[in-house]
Nanobody
Framework: QVQLVESGGGLVQAGGSLRLSCAAS????????MGWFRQAPGKDREFVAR????????YFVDSVVGRFTISRDNAKNTAYLQMNSLRPEDTAVYYC??????????????????WGQGTQVTVSS
């Protein structure tokens, strides 16, 4: 069992930055692929980024390439999403998720076994 708790959301002006954290419980954190998803009002939840267990492989949705980075510290059982050059369209509730096993891209919600409660990110224009 893995429990995930996100933090770091908030209100920021367009062009600003935020770093989201996802703290995980459980001794097997390092074996999971960690992903970030987001859900804007009135829209479906969408994949944002993922990082494989070793940290050496990352993948992003096209809309955040060059602006967001994903990282993890297995010693601290924590994954991060650094968001730079934020835009109003990045406004959403951001969720972290953990997958025990998935394919290379690992972008489907059903690939993830555990989810956090979400943290709100609001970008003002």
């Amino acid at each position: 069992q893995v429990q995930l708790v996100e933090s770091g959301g908030g209100l920021v002006q367009a062009g600003g930055s935020l770093r989201l954290s996802c703290a995980a419980s459980g001794r097997t954190f390092s074996s999971y692929t960690m992903g970030w998803f987001r859900q804007a009002p009135g829209k479906d939840r969408e994949f944002v980024a993922r990082i494989k267990w070793s940290g050496g492989s990352t993948y992003f949705v096209d809309s955040v390439v060059g602006r967001f980075t994903i990282s993890r510290d297995n010693a601290k059982n924590t994954a991060y999403l650094q968001m730079n050059s934020l835009r109003p369209e990045d406004t959403a509730v951001y969720y972290c998720a953990a997958s025990h096993q998935c394919d290379y891209f690992c972008i489907r919600e059903k690939s993830y076994d555990y989810w956090g409660q979400g943290t709100q990110v609001t970008v003002s224009s």
